[in-house]
């Protein structure tokens, strides 16, 4: 078998400076004199980790292949065990989106926060850090490593600084995380086993059997489907998201959902080819499960986070049905409905925070009405509503669009049963953004409109939603060579013996 990846060491270390600064500037918090001064620091690092990771694009050749920015340290030679970073066109987009929130999050928790300040920083920091590992590392155990320590700043943000049952939400979160976790454990120890290795694109090159195949694509989904979330497999997330402070919602739903569907991409079907191809129609199913489920529950909820929370579920299950349809454009799709699903969520959760900040409410009632007195504040929500619903000229309508195209080329039958989700978004978005903006008069006890900071916050996923959804070739020149590699290890005529699947299934399923 040909190498499919090849390594490009670069010369300056830009992944670990993105990694350490956050974790390092999280470590010297507690020599901050004061609160104030904690937070200005904390934006100012978030700021340079922001800056310094933008070579990662203006030097990524995409056409090179394999991964850039290659960096490699022993770590346990006795067993191979390495510190190897390096990135690609699936990685990459991902790692930006993480540290262009880095900035955000700690100003729409400027206000918010208001107990131990320096802890709740040092918990932002670390997890920016900690994330940016996820999707650089190459190294199995290095990456199952970041996987798992996110865990701690996540459970901490949400159990210290969340809603009323936050407890119950932060060891919910854990308990699903660590019993997905177990299986992906297993899944790295057999491949080491295999490989007698643990470099990612040394194990990649394994010709594995079938049946060997199986059982680590079933290990793997379990571990990742958790992370996206999967239907049946989706219960902690409304909870983390209503528990959790403003910031803990957009990291979420922006950043950690995503390392779900990266998972899927990077271990289940490069490692797994032929059991991806196999298991795909179960998949496919399950996705629209989560798309008309998710879409019918976030229609009846009356609590604003609730109601974005479950939207994640219907939007990640589009995600993963344009993965699991196996087409290049349904990949395309879900690599963009990953970055734009992080910016339009984002910028909802981040209102539903400002919003909670005025009226200490997260009821649509309590809320309504609010256009007139919050014309910026409406303003962002109708454009966040929108590329929500998926409307043209927004961005997260490309990334639908390729979705549904996918799905379509695969089988008719799939693409008719995910329609009804796109309606239902529409459905449950009009219906958040009629009712906050016009559905009564308004409470002018609360009701004032963005200050400079929100402003700031907003402005960049804002302008971003609208600059993708005209234009999303800065994100497509960057994936599609990746994403050709990936999908050139499916096993040849993949699609008809999906499609012969999925008639099958159907025929079964008909009275």
């Given at each position: 078998?040909?190498?499919?990846?090849?390594?490009?060491?670069?010369?300056?270390?830009?992944?670990?400076?993105?990694?350490?600064?956050?974790?390092?500037?999280?470590?010297?918090?507690?020599?901050?004199?004061?609160?104030?001064?904690?937070?200005?620091?904390?934006?100012?690092?978030?700021?340079?980790?922001?800056?310094?990771?933008?070579?990662?694009?203006?030097?990524?050749?995409?056409?090179?292949?394999?991964?850039?920015?290659?960096?490699?340290?022993?770590?346990?030679?006795?067993?191979?065990?390495?510190?190897?970073?390096?990135?690609?066109?699936?990685?990459?987009?991902?790692?930006?989106?993480?540290?262009?929130?880095?900035?955000?999050?700690?100003?729409?928790?400027?206000?918010?926060?208001?107990?131990?300040?320096?802890?709740?920083?040092?918990?932002?920091?670390?997890?920016?850090?900690?994330?940016?590992?996820v999707f650089a590392a190459l190294d199995v155990m290095l990456f199952y490593f970041?996987?798992?320590?996110?865990?701690?700043?996540?459970?901490?943000?949400?159990?210290?600084?969340?809603?009323?049952?936050?407890?119950?939400?932060?060891?919910?979160?854990?308990?699903?995380?660590?019993?997905?976790?177990?299986?992906?454990?297993?899944?790295?120890?057999?491949?080491?086993?295999?490989?007698?290795?643990?470099?990612?694109?040394?194990?990649?090159?394994?010709?594995?059997?079938?049946?060997?195949?199986?059982?680590?694509?079933?290990?793997?989904?379990?571990?990742?489907?958790?992370?996206?979330?999967?239907?049946?497999?989706?219960?902690?997330?409304?909870?983390?998201?209503?528990?959790?402070?403003?910031?803990?919602?957009?990291?979420?739903?922006?950043?950690?959902?995503?390392?779900?569907?990266?998972?899927?991409?990077?271990?289940?079907?490069?490692?797994?080819?032929?059991?991806?191809?196999?298991?795909?129609?179960?998949?496919?199913?399950?996705?629209?499960?989560?798309?008309?489920?998710?879409?019918?529950?976030?229609?009846?909820?009356?609590?604003?986070?609730?109601?974005?929370?479950?939207?994640?579920?219907?939007?990640?299950?589009?995600?993963?049905?344009?993965?699991?349809?196996?087409?290049?454009?349904?990949?395309?799709?879900?690599?963009?409905?990953?970055?734009?699903?992080?910016?339009?969520?984002?910028?909802?959760?981040?209102?539903?925070?400002?919003?909670?900040?005025?009226?200490?409410?997260?009821?649509?009632?309590?809320?309504?009405?609010?256009?007139?007195?919050?014309?910026?504040?409406?303003?962002?929500?109708?454009?966040?509503?929108?590329?929500?619903?998926?409307?043209?000229?927004?961005?997260?309508?490309?990334?639908?669009?390729?979705?549904?195209?996918?799905?379509?080329?695969?089988?008719?039958?799939?693409?008719?049963?995910?329609?009804?989700?796109?309606?239902?978004?529409?459905?449950?978005?009009?219906?958040?953004?009629?009712?906050?903006?016009?559905?009564?008069?308004?409470?002018?006890?609360?009701?004032?409109?963005?200050?400079?900071?929100?402003?700031?916050?907003?402005?960049?996923?804002?302008?971003?939603?609208?600059v993708f959804g005209f234009n999303p070739k800065p994100i497509t020149t960057i994936?599609?060579?990746?994403?050709?590699?990936?999908?050139?290890?499916?096993?040849?005529?993949?699609?008809?013996?999906?499609?012969?699947?999925?008639?099958?299934?159907?025929?079964?399923?008909?009275?």
């Amino acid at each position: 078998m040909e190498p499919i990846l090849h390594l490009h060491t670069m010369p300056i270390s830009v992944l670990s400076m993105i990694i350490f600064l956050p974790i390092g500037g999280a470590l010297l918090l507690p020599l901050i004199p004061d609160d104030r001064a904690a937070k200005i620091y904390s934006l100012i690092l978030t700021i340079m980790v922001m800056v310094f990771s933008i070579p990662l694009y203006t030097n990524f050749d995409p056409l090179l292949g394999g991964f850039q920015f290659v960096e490699q340290h022993v770590w346990v030679k006795s067993i191979g065990l390495t510190y190897l970073l390096g990135i690609d066109g699936i990685s990459m987009p991902l790692i930006l989106l993480t540290t262009l929130f880095g900035p955000l999050v700690v100003l729409c928790s400027w206000s918010y926060i208001t107990k131990r300040i320096k802890a709740f920083l040092a918990c932002l920091l670390l997890t920016q850090g900690i994330m940016v590992g996820v999707f650089a590392a190459l190294d199995v155990m290095l990456f199952y490593f970041f996987f798992e320590s996110l865990l701690i700043p996540m459970f901490l943000m949400i159990a210290v600084w969340g809603g009323p049952r936050r407890i119950y939400a932060a060891v919910k979160f854990v308990l699903y995380t660590l019993a997905g976790s177990i299986f992906l454990l297993l899944a790295l120890i057999a491949l080491y086993l295999q490989a007698h290795t643990f470099s990612y694109p040394e194990i990649s090159m394994l010709q594995l059997s079938p049946q060997f195949q199986f059982w680590l694509f079933l290990a793997f989904l379990i571990a990742f489907a958790v992370k996206v979330p999967m239907f049946p497999v989706h219960t902690w997330l409304p909870a983390a998201h209503v528990e959790a402070p403003t910031a803990g919602s957009v990291i979420l739903a922006s950043i950690l959902l995503k390392m779900g569907t990266y998972g899927l991409l990077r271990f289940n079907l490069a490692l797994a080819p032929q059991a991806s191809v196999n298991l795909a129609p179960i998949m496919i199913i399950f996705s629209i499960i989560a798309i008309i489920y998710g879409g019918l529950l976030s229609l009846a909820q009356s609590d604003i986070k609730k109601l974005i929370a479950y939207s994640s579920v219907a939007h990640m299950g589009f995600a993963t049905l344009g993965i699991f349809s196996l087409t290049f454009q349904g990949n395309q799709g879900a690599m963009l409905q990953n970055i734009n699903h992080g910016l339009t969520t984002g910028g909802l959760f981040l209102l539903a925070g400002m919003l909670y900040e005025r009226s200490h409410s997260r009821d649509l009632t309590v809320n309504a009405g609010l256009a007139r007195l919050m014309p910026a504040f409406a303003f962002f929500l109708g454009l966040f509503s929108l590329s929500s619903l998926g409307f043209p000229g927004t961005a997260s309508f490309v990334g639908e669009f390729l979705i549904l195209v996918g799905a379509f080329e695969l089988d008719w039958r799939v693409g008719a049963w995910a329609i009804p989700g796109a309606l239902l978004a529409a459905a449950y978005m009009f219906r958040l953004f009629l009712k906050l903006t016009w559905d009564a008069k308004g409470n002018k006890a609360f009701a004032c409109d963005l200050n400079t900071r929100e402003w700031l916050t907003l402005a960049p996923l804002a302008l971003l939603v609208i600059v993708f959804g005209f234009n999303p070739k800065p994100i497509t020149t960057i994936i599609n060579p990746a994403l050709e590699g990936l999908l050139s290890r499916l096993p040849i005529e993949h699609g008809s013996q999906i499609a012969g699947y999925m008639h099958h299934l159907v025929q079964s399923m008909l009275p």
